[in-house]
C-alpha cells in the first residue's frame, strides 16, 4: 500500500550526540514536511521541502537541519539534540493543490538522555 | 501569522453527539482540516473545508463560516474509539499547502 514511512519509530540518544530521523513515501507527493509535536501539544511545522526547494519556518532553530536527496525520502538531522527536543516527529506528505491533505507518517519519538 | 484556539477537553457519551469548535485568524486562509489523533499515533485525515457550509461524511461532519473565522466538527452516535484528540489545522496561501495546528481537543467518550 502507498503510504508514508518513517524509521525508527522509536529514537534514544544522547544529550548533543548527533541524531538522524528518516521518512520515505510511496506517493510521490512533491512536498515533505518534518512536524515537531511535544505532549499535549500541537504539531508545529519545522520546514517543508516543495520538489528540491528548502523551506525553513522563521522559528525553526539552527539545530534542525533537512535533506532530501530525492522524492521518495527526507531525512530530519538535529545537530546537537538537547533535552527540550524530546518530541514525537511526524513526516507528511502532500500534493500541491487545493484541498490536497496532507498524510502522516507514524512519527518518531525521540528520548533525549 | 495563525491563531487557532481549540477547547482543551471535552467529554461525552457513547451514543451522543458532540460538537468540537475551533476559531482562527489567519493572514490568506486557504482551507481548514480536521485531523484525528490517538495517543501515540500520527493525526490522520477528517474532513476539509474551504466554501462556507457543511461536509457531511458519515459520522462525522464539518462546518465553516470563513467570515467569523469558526469551524466545528460534529461527531454522531459517538462510539468509544472515538475518544481521541482533534486537531483543527488551516492552510495559508503562503507556501506549499503547509498546514498550522490548534492543540487539539481531547475528547473522552464514556459508557
Known amino acids: 500500500d502507498a503510504m508514508v514511512i518513517q524509521n525508527p519509530r522509536y529514537q534514544v540518544t544522547q544529550f548533543g550526540k548527533p541524531v538522524t530521523l528518516s521518512c520515505s513515501q510511496t506517493?510521490?507527493?512533491?512536498?515533505m514536511y518534518w512536524y515537531q509535536q511535544k505532549s499535549s501539544q500541537a504539531p508545529k511545522l519545522l520546514f517543508h521541502?516543495?520538489?528540491?526547494?528548502?523551506?525553513n519556518e522563521a522559528d525553526t532553530p539552527d539545530n534542525f537541519q533537512s535533506r532530501r536527496p530525492n522524492t521518495s525520502f527526507c531525512f530530519l538531522d538535529i545537530r546537537s539534540p538537547g533535552l527540550g527536543d524530546a518530541a514525537m516527529y511526524l513526516c507528511?506528505?502532500?500534493?500541491?493543490?487545493?484541498?490536497?491533505?496532507?498524510?502522516f507518517g507514524p512519527g518518531t519519538r525521540l528520548t533525549v538522555l | 501569522g495563525q491563531n487557532i484556539d481549540q477547547p482543551t477537553e471535552m467529554t461525552a457519551t457513547e451514543g451522543a453527539i458532540v460538537q468540537i469548535n475551533c476559531t482562527y485568524q489567519?493572514?490568506?486562509?486557504?482551507?481548514l482540516f480536521w485531523y484525528q489523533q490517538h495517543a501515540g499515533e500520527a493525526p490522520t485525515f477528517l474532513s476539509y473545508?474551504?466554501?462556507?457550509g457543511l461536509e457531511e461524511k458519515g459520522r462525522f461532519s464539518s462546518f465553516l463560516s470563513r467570515s467569523k473565522g469558526y469551524s466545528y466538527l460534529l461527531l454522531k452516535e459517538l462510539q468509544m474509539k472515538d475518544s481521541a484528540s482533534y486537531l483543527c489545522?488551516?492552510?495559508?496561501?503562503?507556501?506549499?499547502?503547509?498546514?498550522?495546528f490548534g492543540t487539539g481537543t481531547r475528547l473522552t467518550v464514556i459508557p
Open positions: 473545508n474551504v466554501l462556507d
Open positions: 489545522a488551516v492552510r495559508n496561501k503562503t507556501g506549499a499547502n503547509n498546514l498550522f
Open positions: 489567519t493572514s490568506g486562509f486557504n482551507g
Open positions: 507528511a506528505t502532500s500534493r500541491d493543490g487545493p484541498g490536497e491533505t496532507g498524510f
Open positions: 521541502y516543495y520538489d528540491k526547494d528548502f523551506n
Open positions: 506517493l510521490n507527493h512533491n512536498v
